[in-house]
């Protein structure tokens, strides 16, 4: 095998070193990032670190340590209370849709009870109701499943205070357990 040319090899160890230093902004940004709790995206990394997005897509290491680090919640010191991630908007979401679709059958079950009850209404109205002790079954019973859908929502609404307290506890011993952690030795 030949030596390559002095003139090729010294573009090579240029180029070498042009992707070490990017490589190290990209990292440095990245813990500035970490340390300051402002927004990781690999656009907005690329831009902090002054470094063209098909960069970091061409190192899959550093995309990665991009994409995990966007993944955690951002940590910061302060009295702003906990920050707001990803995961936790996308929780959010998805508690909130299915409280809407428990609303939505709630509002159709109780479309069905006004429906029955003015249809009832009529029926009385016109001469051609059933006799009493039918009709004071039937309150009966709508009484009672109107019992047992409060039953429903308050318990739902429990657990998703459990749910929430349990997310509460859960960030709470990540942060206590991220005070815990020993300082690792470098050398």
Same mark, same amino acid.
């Given at each position: 095998?030949?030596?390559?040319?002095?003139?090729?090899?010294?573009?090579?160890?240029?180029?070498?070193?042009?992707?070490?230093?990017?490589?190290?902004?990209?990292?440095?940004?990245?813990?500035?990032?970490?340390?300051?709790?402002?927004?990781?995206?690999?656009?907005?990394?690329?831009? =902090?670190?002054?470094?063209?997005?098909?960069?970091?897509? #061409?190192?899959?290491?550093?995309?990665?340590? $991009?994409?995990?680090?966007?993944?955690?919640?951002?940590? $910061?010191?302060?009295?702003?209370?906990?920050?707001?991630?990803?995961?936790?908007?996308?929780?959010?979401?998805?508690?909130?849709?299915? =409280?809407?679709?428990?609303?939505?059958?709630? $509002?159709?079950?109780?479309?069905?009870?006004?429906?029955?009850?003015?249809?009832?209404?009529?029926?009385?109205?016109?001469?051609?109701?059933?006799?009493?002790?039918?009709?004071?079954?039937?309150?009966?019973?709508?009484?009672?499943?109107?019992?047992? $859908?409060?039953?429903?929502?308050?318990?739902?609404?429990?657990?998703?205070?459990?749910?929430?307290? =349990?997310?509460?506890? #859960?960030?709470?011993?990540?942060?206590?357990?991220?005070? #815990?952690?020993?300082?690792?030795?470098?050398?």
């Amino acid at each position: 095998m030949t030596p390559p040319d002095p003139a090729v090899q010294a573009m090579l160890d240029g180029r070498r070193a042009d992707t070490g230093r990017r490589r190290q902004r990209v990292l440095a940004a990245l813990a500035e990032s970490a340390k300051d709790g402002s927004e990781v995206s690999v656009a907005a990394i690329a831009r =902090r670190a002054g470094v063209d997005r098909t960069f970091l897509y #061409r190192h899959r290491d550093l995309l990665g340590q $991009i994409h995990a680090q966007a993944a955690e919640p951002p940590t $910061i010191s302060g009295d702003r209370g906990p920050a707001v991630s990803r995961a936790s908007l996308q929780t959010d979401l998805v508690a909130a849709e299915a =409280r809407t679709a428990r609303l939505a059958a709630h $509002i159709r079950r109780l479309e069905g009870r006004l429906s029955q009850a003015l249809g009832e209404q009529v029926w009385r109205e016109s001469g051609i109701g059933g006799p009493d002790n039918t009709e004071q079954l039937q309150a009966r019973i709508t009484t009672l499943e109107q019992q047992a $859908i409060d039953l429903e929502l308050k318990l739902q609404d429990r657990d998703d205070d459990l749910a929430a307290a =349990r997310a509460a506890n #859960r960030e709470l011993m990540a942060q206590l357990n991220c005070v #815990r952690e020993p300082p690792t030795p470098t050398g």
